[in-house]
């Protein structure tokens, strides 16, 4: 068993799953989807892509690609999140908190293509 590849799908499967419970529930209810999940998200995603910067053949460039579409989407989502809640005077609206809740949908679907890709990867591998 290699140790480096269990870290790498570990961090991999749990972004997706911590990103995966900020996303569910009603999108415009800021009660249902916590803060500190969407923040463990953004933690989790940054350190799946900081480990997927070693590998240099195709399936790890795209590795990285969704990983870094990924960040970018939970980012802007925090960004929002914190004008909601510090900058503006409205606060989270329903319709500020549908605009986060959609950021981190499409981080999410970056994170299932690249579970689909670590499991493709997986049953791909050939011992030689």
Excluded at 3 to 8: A, G, I, Q
Excluded at 37 to 60: M, P, S, Y
Excluded at 68 to 77: G, K, R, T
Excluded at 92 to 102: K, L, N, Y
Aim: glycine share 8%; net charge negative.
């Amino acid at each position: 068993m290699n140790l480096e590849k269990v870290v790498f799908g570990f961090f991999v499967l749990l972004a997706a799953t911590l990103n995966f419970g900020f996303f569910i529930g009603d999108i415009d209810n800021p009660v249902v989807h916590n803060r500190y999940e969407l923040f463990a998200a953004v933690v989790v995603n940054l350190i799946a892509t900081v480990l997927k910067f070693g590998d240099r053949t195709q399936i790890g460039a795209v590795h990285l690609a969704t990983s870094l579409v990924a960040d970018l989407q939970l980012i802007s989502a925090a960004l929002v999140y914190g004008y909601a809640v510090y900058v503006s005077t409205a606060g989270i609206t329903p319709g500020t908190m549908a605009s986060i809740v959609s950021l981190s949908g499409g981080a999410l679907l970056a994170n299932l293509v690249s579970v689909v890709l670590l499991v493709v990867e997986t049953v791909s591998f050939h011992r030689g």
